[in-house]
């Protein structure tokens, strides 16, 4: 199951945002009501999603950028992963990156270079 973020309008002029991880629902925050917010967010927005600001108008982009902040936190507070990142890294996973030698391409050392 994917995890997604979602709004719903708790009272007039108030939004809360919940994240769906795991089969269960975790407040998030809550912000001034926002008709654009409401819009994007309704259905549900992928974790994977969050970072396309391709269809948000400013609100939502405001919207967007405090999302990471509370979803770090809620892992924290929870000891939930909610980010694929978080699982791979308490699964003991690495990332692809390998610091490579400082050696020049096919010469041993720079020694051999002069």
Known sequence: MRNKVFCRTVEKGVQAF????????YFLFRQN???GVKRHFEGGVA???LGDYSRAD??????LDKLPIAIRALEK???????QRTKD??????NGYKRQSRTLR???SWEDAA
């Open 18 to 25: 919940f994240v769906e991880a795991d089969g269960k629902k």
């Open 33 to 35: 009501f926002r008709q």
């Open 47 to 49: 974790i994977d999603d």
């Open 58 to 63: 400013a609100s939502v982009r405001r919207t």
């Open 77 to 83: 507070r929870e000891g939930i992963a909610v980010y």
């Open 89 to 94: 890294r308490a699964d003991g996973k690495k």
């Open 106 to 108: 096919g010469i041993g």
